[in-house]
């Protein structure tokens, strides 16, 4: 299996901030990496395919870099509706295709 | 726009099994590849496996081999999930989910599944 590992696991911020966080793979994944926003009690939702291809409909203020086995995701300006889980996953292998284990955004 | 909805919460024994169904709206079951994903409460994000759209081939994690069943019926664009021999450790909220490459678009709502004695 392809460990994904998230850095940190909770992140303390306020809105305005810039925000980074960090998921290293335990193989080479090339670019096959996405980022997911989940708040309590709902769906998660695709913020960014193929590590920095951002999905129709997500702000601009969100974007993702990297490959091979470090990716990162980036809020320029923390809003208000982005204190969330943030969830990477990697898709270069089905077996399985994994997820790393979620880093949440407080105030 | 693709729209997935699920059937709503189960509760079960240990040893039981569960169906979970997701109907498709906006398009044709038979267009889209199909993953089912579960979460445990306050936990991280768990992939089971898939059904493929072009090939209607299965792929199951190894964890959930031998447990776990997908199957579509495309008269109804409804695809379903089915859990046998559940666990405490089963309990969990149940995802379907689509999407081009292995990644995940269009989520559905989620169902709860309890399993308790």
């Known amino acids: 299996d392809i460990q994904m590992t998230q850095s940190p696991s909770t992140l303390s911020a306020s809105v305005g901030d810039r925000v980074t966080i960090t998921c290293r793979a335990s193989?080479?994944?090339?670019?096959?990496l996405a980022w997911y926003q989940q708040k309590p009690g709902k769906a998660p939702k695709l913020l960014i395919y193929q590590a920095s291809s951002l999905q129709a409909g997500v702000p601009s203020r969100f974007s993702g870099s990297g490959s091979g086995t470090e990716f990162t995701l980036t809020i320029s300006s923390l809003q208000p509706d982005d204190f969330a889980t943030y969830y990477c996953q990697q898709y270069n292998s089905y077996s399985p295709l994994t997820f790393g284990g979620g880093t949440k955004v407080e105030i | 726009q693709v729209q997935l909805v699920q059937s709503g919460p189960e509760v079960k024994k240990p040893g039981a099994s569960v169906r979970v169904s997701c109907k498709v709206y906006?398009?044709?079951?038979?267009?889209?590849?199909m993953h089912w994903l579960r979460q445990a409460p306050g936990k991280g994000l768990e992939w089971m496996g898939s059904l493929n759209a072009e090939d209607t081939e299965t792929i199951y994690a190894q964890k959930f081999q031998g447990r776990v069943t997908m199957t579509e019926d495309t008269s109804t664009d409804t695809a379903y999930m089915e859990l046998s021999t559940l666990r405490s450790d089963d309990t969990a909220f149940y995802f379907c989910a689509t999407g081009p490459m292995g990644y995940f678009d269009h989520w559905g709502q989620g169902s709860l599944v309890t399993v308790s004695s």
């Open positions: 193989q080479t994944i090339s670019s096959w």
């Open positions: 906006g398009y044709t079951l038979t267009d889209l590849s």
